[in-house]
């Protein structure tokens, strides 16, 4: 899901299709658990300026309903 994440980020977040086909869930529901998991357990790999990009683009679909 965070490999997803950062891949798509640059790019709005990824195609709802996509999400549904990789994950089996709708966009609503992978941008909230990703949101939750960022929030508590980044990856350390991770620089924070990527997970906060990470972060503000699921907030933003979560927002638009998409």
């Known amino acids: 899901m ?3 994440a950062l891949w798509w980020c640059a790019h709005g977040g990824g195609p709802a299709k996509v999400i549904r086909a990789d994950f089996g869930m ?3 529901a992978f941008f909230r658990t990703l949101v939750a998991y960022l929030d508590v357990a ?5 620089r924070p300026v990527l997970v906060e990009r990470m972060t503000t ?10």
Do not use: C, N, S, Y
Request: proline share 10%.
């Open 2 to 4: 965070v490999a997803f």
């Open 26 to 28: 709708d966009t609503a």
């Open 42 to 46: 980044a990856p350390a790999p991770l």
């Open 57 to 66: 683009v699921a907030r933003r679909r979560l927002w638009l309903g998409t």
